[in-house]
């Protein structure tokens, strides 16, 4: 990295991943008066490197840079650099959604290179307390539409640790939505061993997380999303890490970008992990920890539910749980699910309810009992609660979509199921 001269008011770090307009770049921000390049960085993890130094205000970075997401650009921001992204075409709606979601300071279109000095002294002197939404970029079309709302609802299922049955509610609940006429989408995406698959008896070579975590940083997700999906039982899946260790391999911001498009389709549920510890060296290495995938999940949820189990160590791991939530989640409230419910404990409901509600402020408490054999029966089959026949089980999941999915996509169902679910359905969702 070069001195930085006394007189410069702007020092600026380039990350062009070799594309074509590096050299141009850099010679327009030579010439112009009070802009220095400290140094043209391999990739973004140089980039991240060389801006803990402190001696930089602005990084000029290439859209197409690999390892460019919201977390590196949340990182630069923490250190007090903005980010000016170079794009092909700023103006094009997925490239404007794209930008968006990276919250960068500022965006150049490549034909507008002769803007881009311009842009960095912008950038510099919006401050530093963190990256603001771009404005409207150089080069771009005025009359770009705008991206369409989302309308599903998202709802994440989490749990303590100790196999307190996230899996079975988070499948309950999303055939639940399949029987009542919803198109649910159901997303594994549990950093320590998701099991969505093998419930579902899905054996699939590609793993449907892994496979939209390497397409979102070409901006192509929005155009593969339907094939990376299995229609199982009415519900569209995207099927979690075929091995623990491979969490590596999804991108900060995959997780909230797969909620966006999802919910253009219908509700959405999170299958999550179970520990909400942060990476100590996360910070240092300039990218979250594995657990970055549960507290993703439960930031970009409508509805957060819990689900502890009816014991004394279930009902001890769910108090610590909520406190944790309480705190990740700003204070928003948590619908609270105590499952395996049974006589054999000696507690009657209202006395699990009482205990529940002593130490959290909850905003729905619901007891799932303990019911072995209709579990088993949907585990052997590869089936949902709601393929294998009534229970009670079945009846009081149903009772939990009444509350966290309200509106028409929770709606009951009258008569028969649909028969979307009157025969099992195995394969790739096709589009409509």
């Known amino acids: 990295m070069i001195p930085v001269p006394a007189e410069a008011r702007v020092c600026v770090l380039v990350v062009a991943a070799g594309a074509p307009w590096e050299s141009r770049a850099l010679a327009g921000l030579g010439e112009r008066p009070g802009v220095v390049v400290l140094k043209r960085c391999m990739d973004v993890t140089d980039l991240l490197a060389s801006a803990t130094s402190g001696q930089a205000q602005v990084a000029v970075v290439s859209v197409d840079a690999p390892g460019l997401d919201g977390a590196a650009v949340d990182h630069l921001g923490r250190s007090g650099v903005r980010v000016v992204a170079v794009a092909p075409d700023p103006g094009a709606e997925r490239m404007r959604d794209h930008l968006a979601r990276l919250g960068v300071a500022g965006v150049v279109g490549a034909d507008a290179l002769a803007d881009l000095p311009e842009a960095v002294l912008s950038a510099a002197g919006g401050g530093a307390s963190g990256a603001a939404a771009p404005g409207p970029p150089a080069g771009a079309r005025s009359d770009a539409p705008a991206s369409t709302p989302a309308t599903g609802r998202t709802v994440a299922v989490w749990g303590p640790a100790g196999a307190p049955g996230r899996t079975t509610v988070a499948l309950g609940l999303a055939g639940e939505l399949a029987r009542r006429g919803a198109d649910p989408l159901l997303l594994d995406v549990d950093p320590w061993g998701g099991a969505v698959a093998q419930h579902l008896g899905v054996l699939d070579e590609v793993s449907g997380l892994l496979a939209c975590a390497r397409s979102t940083p070409r901006a192509e997700l929005a155009d593969r999303f339907l094939g990376l999906q299995r229609r199982v039982a009415g519900i569209r899946v995207l099927t979690g890490l075929p091995r623990p260790d491979r969490w590596v391999e999804v991108r900060p911001g995959t997780v909230t970008h797969l909620v966006e498009l999802g919910r253009g389709q219908g509700p959405v549920l999170l299958d999550t992990g179970f520990c909400l510890e942060e990476d100590p060296g996360a910070d240092v290495a300039g990218r979250p920890g594995r657990n970055a995938l549960t507290t993703e999940a439960l930031r970009a949820a409508d509805a957060v539910l ?67 054999s209709a579990t088993d029966r949907a585990l052997l089959a590869g089936r949902t609660l709601t393929e294998t026949g009534d229970s009670g089980l079945s009846r009081a999941l149903a009772g939990i979509v009444d509350v966290v999915v309200p509106g028409p996509a929770g709606a009951r169902a009258n008569g028969r199921p649909s028969g979307l679910l009157s025969r099992r359905t195995a394969g790739r969702a096709r589009r409509p």
């Open 306 to 372: 819990a689900v502890g189990t009816a014991d004394p160590v279930g009902l001890t791991r769910l108090a610590r749980g909520l406190v944790e939530l309480r705190e990740l989640l700003d204070g928003r409230g948590v619908h609270v699910v105590v499952n395996r419910m049974r006589g054999s404990l000696g507690w009657s409901e209202d006395e699990v309810r009482s205990m529940v509600t002593g130490f959290a402020r909850v905003e729905s408490l619901h007891l799932l009992p303990e019911d072995r």
